[in-house]
């Protein structure tokens, strides 16, 4: 069976601070990875996504790196800021014709301004 | 920007009763997905759907749960007989291609079910 995990569960950081997101994966033959942010009680936003043959993708203060070899991926965010916070999900694609999404059970950041 | 939306936003329902969740998924989006997350639990996807069929299913997605596409935006779930286990959060989701490494996977607001 798949895993993700993510650690840590939770994070607390100071306003301005640039941080990292870790995002693991037991088996490399993924077909994509996707960042999702979600704030309490609500829904899953998509914040990137990297396809199996990227090792990187971008989007304003966001960036997130793939090492398909390693089973990693990072979420780096720069100069945070107290409207970041929430819990990130990574979540993998499997397996060739396979749609479903397999999350991690995320990480919880706090920005204190 | 177009968005998936889901309605009701929260329903309340008694063991035993069938309830139906609608989704409106991005209008020109080909793939429709349902997740579902229990307080404290990671996501779990249940369903896909494609050219209004089933694609894949789960092992949570037993003869309990059905889903239709009636018409061309409505996209529903529905759980025959609710049990309290099937309190959670569900969200619907949709993606707009059929490459799985291009396919991104966008979420709506989710309907919360509490089964007393």
């Known amino acids: 069976k798949q895993e993700v995990t993510q650690i840590p569960a939770a994070l607390s950081v100071p306003e301005g601070e640039n941080l990292v997101l870790n995002c693991s994966f037991t088996d490399s033959a993924i077909y994509n990875l996707q960042w999702f942010r979600q704030d309490p009680g609500k829904g899953l936003t998509s914040l990137l996504l990297i396809q199996s043959s990227q090792r990187e993708q971008t989007s304003g203060r966001l960036n997130a790196s793939l090492d398909k070899s390693s089973g990693r991926s990072t979420l780096y965010i720069a100069a945070s800021q107290p409207g970041d916070s929430a819990t990130y999900l990574c979540?993998?694609?499997?397996?060739?014709?396979?749609?479903?999404?397999?999350f991690g059970k995320g990480t919880k950041l706090s920005v204190i301004p | 920007e177009p968005e998936v939306t889901q309605t009701p936003s929260h329903q309340v329902t008694q063991m035993g009763q069938e309830v139906i969740l609608r989704c409106v998924p991005i209008?020109?989006?080909?793939?429709f997905y349902w997740y579902r997350q229990i307080l404290g639990q990671k996501v779990e996807f249940l369903v896909s759907?494609?050219?209004?069929?089933?694609?894949?299913k789960s092992e949570i997605f037993d003869d309990q749960f059905s889903v239709e596409r009636p018409d061309g935006s409505n996209f529903t779930l529905k759980i025959r007989s609710t049990k309290l286990e099937d309190s959670a959060m569900y969200f619907c989701a949709s993606s707009p291609t059929g490459t799985v490494a291009y396919n991104e996977q966008f979420f709506g607001p989710g309907t919360r079910l509490t089964v007393l």
């Open positions: 759907f494609y050219n209004n069929e089933i694609s894949e």
């Open positions: 209008s020109n989006h080909l793939y």
């Open positions: 979540a993998v694609t499997y397996g060739a014709g396979s749609y479903q999404l397999t």
